[in-house]
């Protein structure tokens, strides 16, 4: 089993900047890519940003490419997203996730992942 907890959600005005964390442990060697969705009420999940499990192969959504940026740290497995340049429409429940498959494609699609975070809250105020 793997255990993910989010951390860096909250409130921020628009044009502000927020670094979401997501710490990992448990049996993190048999995780793959790691990856970021969102949740709006009233909304159904979405794919935000994924990265390779050494980083060499990342994707982000169109809605957050050029402001978002996903990165992680395997020495603290630990999964970063930087968020700039944030818009009200980012606000959501950000969610980590971790798939285990051996596949050198991006995950894109929820259920294709494995392990799930509680979410952490990030709201932006207009």
């Known amino acids: 089993q793997v255990q993910l907890v989010e951390s860096g959600g909250g409130l921020v005005q628009a044009g502000g900047s927020l670094r979401l964390s997501c710490a990992a442990s448990?049996?993190?060697?048999?995780?793959?890519?790691m990856g970021w969705f969102r949740q709006a009420p009233g909304k159904e999940r979405e794919f935000v940003a994924a990265i390779s499990k050494f980083g060499g192969k990342a994707s982000h959504a169109d809605s957050v490419k050029g402001r978002f940026t996903i990165s992680r740290d395997n020495a603290k497995n630990t999964v970063y997203l930087q968020m700039n340049s944030l818009k009200p429409e980012d606000t959501a429940v950000y969610y980590c996730?971790?798939?285990?498959?051996?596949?050198?494609?991006?995950?894109?699609?929820?259920?294709?992942?494995?392990?799930w975070g509680q979410g952490t809250q990030v709201t932006v105020s207009s």
């Open positions: 996730a971790a798939d285990k498959s051996l596949s050198g494609q991006v995950p894109v699609v929820a259920r294709m992942y494995d392990y």
């Open positions: 448990g049996r993190t060697f048999s995780t793959n890519f």
